[in-house]
Nanobody, 119 residues
């Protein structure tokens, strides 16, 4: 079983930056795919950024401002968010896919972390 713990959210002023972290723990042998999603109040969950062997994708609304990355040794996935806007306010969720030692495939989700952009 693979658990994910998110950190780095909070309140930031428009134009500011935050870096979200998503650390995987448990039976993690590899990370093959990762993604960040968000759900704003009254809206459906949307993909913000995703990366796998097929490439990296960003939502049009965050292109040029957000960057997804990972540190394999730390089993951690990041989302660097720059030039934040009020419309970026949402609960952000990380998603990580890979293999355990068994090996078995896993597809885990974090519990979500609040990001609020407001002056």
């Amino acid at each position: 079983q693979v658990q994910l713990e998110e950190s780095g959210g909070g309140l930031v002023q428009p134009g500011g930056s935050l870096r979200l972290s998503c650390q995987a723990s448990g039976d993690v042998f590899s990370i093959n795919g990762m993604g960040w999603y968000r759900r704003a109040p009254g809206k459906q969950r949307e993909m913000v950024a995703s990366s796998s062997g097929s490439g990296t994708k960003y939502a049009d609304s965050v292109k040029g401002r957000f960057t997804i990355s990972k540190d394999t040794a730390k089993k951690t996935v990041y989302l660097q968010m720059n030039n934040l806007k009020p419309e970026d306010t949402a609960v952000y969720y990380c998603n990580v896919k890979g293999a355990t030692m068994a090996p078995r495939a896993y597809n885990s989700w974090g519990q979500g972390i609040q990001v609020t952009v407001s002056s």
